[in-house]
Nanobody, 122 residues
C-alpha cells in the first residue's frame, strides 16, 4: 500500500505561481512513477503530468506544457508540481497518483491522494 497526501493548494491570482507537493508513505520502495491529475465539478478527471521513478522521463498535457513542471525528490518521497502563469481554467482539485509507469490514463494509477484545491481568480 502507498499513501499519498497532497498539499500546497490555495487561492491565487491569474499569472501567479504555485507549487503543489505530494508526500508518499507506506510501500515507497516499490519505485512508482507519479502523476498529477485534476478535476472540476461535472467534468472527468484530466491528466496533467507524470514523472518516472528516476525522474528521467516526464509527460505533460498540452494545456500545461511550458507552464507546469513536475519533479520529485525520492529521498523525501515527495513529488512536486510547479505551476507558473496560472490561468482561471487551471482551477480544479489536483490529485497525485502512483503507477508502475508514466501513463496518462487515470485507470492506470493504483494509488490516489485525497486532492488539494487550486483556485485561480481573475
Amino acid at each position: 500500500q502507498v499513501q499519498l497526501v497532497e498539499s500546497g493548494g490555495g487561492l491565487v491570482q491569474v499569472g501567479d505561481s504555485l507549487r503543489l507537493s505530494c508526500a508518499a508513505s507506506g510501500r515507497t520502495s516499490s519505485r512508482q512513477a507519479m502523476g498529477w491529475f485534476r478535476q472540476t465539478p461535472g467534468k472527468e478527471r484530466e491528466f496533467v503530468a507524470t514523472i518516472s521513478w528516476s525522474g528521467g522521463s516526464t509527460r505533460y498535457a498540452d494545456s500545461v506544457k511550458g507552464r507546469f513542471t513536475i519533479s520529485r525528490d525520492n529521498a523525501k518521497n515527495t513529488v512536486y508540481l510547479h505551476m507558473n502563469s496560472l490561468k482561471s481554467e487551471d482551477t480544479a482539485v489536483y490529485y497525485c497518483a502512483a503507477a508502475s509507469g508514466v501513463y496518462i490514463r487515470d485507470y492506470s494509477y493504483k494509488y490516489w491522494g485525497q486532492g488539494t484545491q487550486v483556485t485561480v481568480s481573475s
